[in-house]
């Protein structure tokens, strides 16, 4: 089954305390992208990846880094994680940076 | 001014009528323009994507794109219960790399 997986689903964690979230797609998509969903605010994107080893800048990018290794992989790192950075956050991947993009089921993140 | 607006709704219909959700973007340089449909805790859902000026209809979606407008919008006949959900208008900026979102129009479809 064609899909885009994310791990945690559901985090809770402490200001300070570094963490990962990863990001996996099986369609051998060239472009994967994560965004952050907070009411009111929508859906921004953080970092997007055009391809592997090519990352860049969303609209909200401080206090977040990526890296894309791999094709299928594409993880996003708090390295001091704030409460501002509690959100919904989902990846998405597509073909191209003006393509479709389908998107993973999210991850809760609560940071206290 | 925000680089793509929506009405956040919510807009009610009745069961069985057109539901006509628009979307107007600020980018003149925006290509390619989507709608996605967000149930509550759930992931963007994909309905419909168009490129190019005109209708593109699929099943009971139709979307419209006007680029001299910067207006795209989507219709959805013969609304049903199970189409009640967050509508989200997505375009691409940044020369195509980034997809801009809308804060989404909540859609109630009553019986």
């Known amino acids: 089954e064609a899909q885009v997986t994310q791990n945690p689903r559901y985090l809770i964690t402490v200001t300070g305390k570094k963490l990962t979230v990863t990001c996996s797609q099986n369609?051998?998509?060239?472009?994967m992208s994560w965004y952050r969903q907070d009411p009111g605010l929508g859906l921004r994107q953080i970092y997007y990846?055009?391809?592997?080893?090519?990352?860049d800048k969303g609209d909200v990018p401080e206090g977040y880094k990526v890296s894309r290794k791999e094709k299928r992989n594409f993880p996003l790192i708090l390295e001091s994680p704030s409460p501002n950075q509690t959100s919904l956050y989902f990846c998405a991947s597509s073909f191209g940076g003006g393509s479709e993009q389908y998107f993973g089921p999210g991850t809760r993140l609560t940071v206290t | 001014q925000k680089e793509v607006e929506q009405n956040s709704g919510p807009l009610s219909v009745p069961e069985g009528a057109i539901a006509s959700l628009n979307c107007t973007y600020s980018d003149r340089g925006s290509q390619s323009f989507f709608w996605y449909r967000q149930y509550s805790g759930k992931s963007p859902e994909l309905i419909m994507s168009i490129y190019s000026n005109g209708d593109k209809e699929d099943g009971r979606f139709t979307a419209q794109l006007n680029k001299a407008s910067q207006y795209v919008s989507l219709l959805i006949r013969d609304s049903q219960p199970s189409d009640s959900a967050t509508y989200l208008c997505a375009v691409t900026t940044g020369g195509g790399n980034k997809l801009t979102f809308g804060t989404g129009t909540q859609l109630k479809v009553e019986l």
């Open positions: 369609m051998n998509h060239e472009y």
């Open positions: 990846s055009m391809n592997v080893e090519v990352t």
